[in-house]
C-alpha cells in the first residue's frame, strides 16, 4: 500500500512539474528588442542612518550616545529610461524623489536621559545601474541590478541637534523580475542603498543655542542607508 502511494505521488509531483514548465503564450514579446525603454515608477522606501559615536566625555561629565532608533516608511516617484546594451544587459536610469524622515535618539550614559530629534528629507537621487538579467521564460524575467546614485537632499534644516549634508552617492544592489502583461510590463524590485559620504556637519555656526554642541561632538561620521521596494511600469 505504501509503495502504491508513493508511486501516486511521484507521478503527481511528475505531473506539476510539467505543468510548471509548460510554455505559454508570450505578452508582448518583442518588447525587450527596442534599443530605448521608457516608464515610471512608484515605491516606498525605509531610510536609516548608521552614526559613529566618538564617546567624548565633556567637561561636566556627560558622554552622549545616539542611533536611528526607528523607522518610518516614506515614498518615492520618478521615471525610467533604459539603454539595451545586448541580450542580457541594461544601462538604466531612473531619476527619483524620495520624501521620508529618520529619528535620531540620543542617550546620556550617566544620567540616563534621553532626547530625539527628527530629520526630515525630501531627496532626488539620479542612480546609474546596470542591469544583468536571466533569459526570459514565459512571461517573467529576473535580474539583478548594481551602480551608483547620487543625491542632494532639498530640505537641509540648520539650528537643530544635527545638521547633515546635503550631497551624497550611494552604492547599490538589488533584485527584481520583469513580469510581461498583456498591455505593459510590471517590475516590482527591491533596491539596498549604502551612503558613501559622511553627511555630519561638524562646523556648528548656525548654532543659537551652544548647547546643543554636545549632540554634534559625540558623533564622528554619519552615513545613509535606505532599503526601497519600487513597482515600474513600462
Known sequence: MMKKGLLILILLLTSLSGVAQERRVMNRPYLDLRQLHYGFLLGFHMQDMEFTNTGRIAENGEQWYSEIDSYSPGFNVGVLAELRLNQYLGLRFTPTLFFGQKRAWFHEQTSGRDTTQVIKSTQIAFPIDLKFAAPRYNNFRPYFIAGVSPSIDLTTRKHHA????????????????????????????????????NLLKKDRTDLLDASLMKYTDALDRARSKMIVFTLYFE
Open 162 to 197: 544635527l545638521l547633515m549634508g546635503a550631497m551624497d552617492c550611494s552604492l547599490e544592489i538589488g533584485m527584481g523580475c520583469d513580469v510581461y502583461l498583456r498591455y505593459f510590463k510590471l517590475i516590482p524590485e527591491v533596491k539596498f542603498c549604502f551612503g558613501l559620504a
